[in-house]
């Protein structure tokens, strides 16, 4: 599993960028976009054919075909383990006190929301 833990806001600027490395032209993938906001990534991913879902505490995003938005705590809500092949968090994380931040780190890598070769961008 690959996971990073960026502080200064690469996940924003960069994501683009990571996902047509590591996921250019690549389909039948899903993602889970934790803080989704109005939905600038989880558009991205689902306009190129992957599974994406969006949760947000309080924005919620129209669902289609390849986009489920769940209004919810990101620290409420629980998934199947190995549920995803990338987990995203763009400018949510830093809201959040340290402990809160290690319990989300914990969640997508120790609770195995993210495949066991699946990545964390954080
Ligand atoms: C700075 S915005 C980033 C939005 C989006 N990721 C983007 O790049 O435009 C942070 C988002 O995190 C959401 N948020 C804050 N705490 C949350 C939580 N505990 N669970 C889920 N979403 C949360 C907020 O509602 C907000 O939409």
């Keep these: 599993m690959d996971v990073r833990l960026y502080t200064d806001n690469t996940v924003c600027h960069k994501f683009k960028d990571f996902y047509d490395e590591f996921y ?5 993938l899903t993602f889970l976009d934790i803080g989704c906001g109005e939905g ?7 306009e190129r054919k992957n599974r994406v879902v969006a949760v947000d505490i309080i ?11 769940i ?3 990101i620290f ?6 190995n549920s995803f092949d990338c ?3 763009n400018c949510c994380l830093q809201l959040f006190p ?3 931040v290690v319990e989300l780190i ?5 609770q195995g929301m993210a495949k066991a070769r699946g990545q964390i961008l954080l």
């Design 71 to 73: 209004r919810a705590d």
């Design 24 to 28: 250019g032209g690549k389909t039948g």
């Design 98 to 100: 340290l402990d809160k």
């Design 87 to 89: 987990v995203i968090d």
């Design 106 to 110: 914990q969640k997508a890598k120790g």
């Design 40 to 46: 600038p990534f989880s558009k991205y991913i689902e």
């Design 76 to 81: 409420e809500v629980d998934f199947v383990p």
């Design 59 to 69: 924005n919620e995003l129209p669902c289609t075909e390849c986009l489920m938005s």
